[in-house]
């Protein structure tokens, strides 16, 4: 019995998630504007298959698949956002679901830190894999169920905002992302990725 936890579309991946993405990922990497699907079952070991569903009837690129233990990851994209909803249909019917058979994104819980000092900076900064945070920036932390849900918070964020992506951690129990600005800014993207995930349908995360 497969568990569909993530499914999201992301229509159009902004400059800086294109490019965290390209530096996490081992696969073929995607390109700022190409239409991009994540998905996160468990098993982690079904990933596998749902790959192979993918690659076999549609054109999308493999950006990442990583298998844990207890969850497995896929991001595929292409710059033709027909191939990527194609190969969201064709992973669906395998699993003879549909996209409300995913979990609902949930906020498990946000921060905002303002004026941040520059030791903490400078800790942020050591295990982000993203733009740098300095001091006197305002940090906002979202927390999602599941991991995934991090991924499509950050881009939709971007698009909203002149922020800076930090770190994005969409694999494992939780997802989180870390995002930096101004205040104004700050506020702008948090809306932006609150609202962007209150939109996705599913049943409830648990």
């Known amino acids: 019995m497969i568990d569909l936890r993530t499914f999201v579309y992301l229509d159009q ?90 979990m609902a994104p949930k906020v498990v819980s946000t921060q905002v830190l303002t004026g941040m000092d520059s030791h903490h900076t400078m800790l942020i900064n050591r295990m982000r894999h993203g733009n740098m945070v300095y001091k006197g920036d305002t940090m906002w932390v979202l927390e999602t169920l599941p991991a995934g849900y991090a991924l499509f918070a950050a881009n939709e964020a971007e698009k909203a905002s002149p922020v800076q992506v930090l770190e994005i951690r969409a694999v494992g129990a939780f997802g989180r992302l870390y995002l930096s600005g101004g205040d104004a800014e700050i506020e702008e993207a948090a809306k932006a990725a609150m609202n962007a995930l209150a939109s996705i349908n599913g049943r409830p995360a648990k």
Do not use: C
């Not at 081992?26 to 190409?34: D, K």
């Not at 749902?50 to 207890?70: H, N, S, Y």
């Open 13 to 102: 991946l902004q400059p800086q998630v294109a490019s965290f993405l390209a530096t996490v990922s081992q696969g073929f990497l995607p390109t700022q504007g190409q239409a991009s699907l994540y998905v996160e079952v468990a098993p982690g070991i079904s990933i596998n298959t749902i790959t192979d569903v993918a690659l076999k009837q549609t054109r999308v690129k493999p950006g990442m698949q990583i298998v844990e233990r207890a969850f497995g990851v896929l991001e595929v994209h292409h710059d033709d956002q027909g191939e990527v909803r194609a190969a969201g249909d064709a992973i669906l019917r395998s699993l003879e679901m549909s996209e409300s058979d995913r």
